[in-house]
């Protein structure tokens, strides 16, 4: 069975840097096909997708992210990992990895249950 467990600060200052981490069990993040997205959703607006890492390392972010978006990968410990840089209070929200067969996408077939991100000083 397929599992993604997030993990990560739950309260983070403005201007920091903002480290979260995606468990993922039950298949590899290097199988054929898949993509390993972060999304998230701030207090009363819509799922947004940040971006997501292939399962052969490409690496995508959505453009009004980009320049403070890193995501990356652990294949070892079969682990993807987001952050994000000179956060504000903006980017509070509720934080989802999941799974899918795109980019650019909302969608996917698994998703873990999320982690609550707070930025404030």
């Known amino acids: 069975q397929v599992q993604l467990q997030e993990s990560g600060p739950g309260l983070v200052k403005p201007s920091q840097t903002l480290s979260l981490t995606c468990a993922v069990s039950g298949v590899s993040i290097t199988t054929a096909n898949y993509y390993w997205s972060w999304i998230r959703q701030p207090p009363g607006k819509e799922l947004e997708w940040i971006g997501s890492i292939a399962y052969n390392g490409n690496t995508y972010t959505i453009p009004s992210l980009a320049s403070r978006t890193s995501i990356a990968r652990e294949t070892s410990k079969n682990l993807v990992t987001l952050q994000l840089r000179s956060v504000t209070p903006e980017d509070t929200g509720v934080y989802y990895c999941?799974?899918?067969?795109?980019?650019?996408?909302?969608?996917?077939?698994?998703r873990g249950q999320g982690t609550q991100v707070t930025v404030s000083s």
């Open positions: 999941a799974r899918a067969e795109t980019i650019s996408t909302i969608e996917g077939d698994y």
